[in-house]
């Protein structure tokens, strides 16, 4: 089955910047909505941010102006530039591919200091 990698996680502090990057190990077909999670301890996994097939994204509030997602679909793949960070966003995150199967990854940490 495919697999889906991110990267580009770390510590950072407040005011700084991170790329994230999921990969996909094989080909995924049919992709219609590529999206960003993210899960704090002791909180709800919330998504973060989301494009699909034309385009169109989404960004949850508390991101929106901070955080932009890309994608190129025919590579499988979903990035997400992550600027002006704060402590509250520390969290990991996870990417989700959804195609004729729905795909995720494992995640990758990202921690951001005051």
């Known amino acids: 089955q495919v697999q889906l990698v991110e990267s580009g996680g770390g510590l950072v502090q407040a005011g700084g910047s991170l790329r994230l990057s999921c990969a996909a190990s094989?080909?995924?077909?049919?992709?219609?909505?590529m999206a960003w999670y993210r899960q704090a301890p002791g909180k709800q996994r919330e998504m973060v941010a989301s494009?699909?097939?034309?385009?169109?994204?989404t960004y949850a509030d508390s991101v929106k102006g901070r955080f932009t997602i890309s994608g190129d679909h025919a590579k499988s793949t979903v990035f997400l530039q992550m600027n002006s960070l704060k402590p509250d966003d520390t969290a990991v995150y996870s990417c989700?591919?959804?195609?004729?199967?729905?795909?995720w990854g494992q995640g990758t940490q990202v921690t951001v200091s005051s």
């Open positions: 494009i699909d097939r034309g385009g169109s994204t």
């Open positions: 094989g080909s995924i077909f049919g992709i219609s909505f």
């Open positions: 989700r591919l959804q195609g004729y199967s729905n795909y």
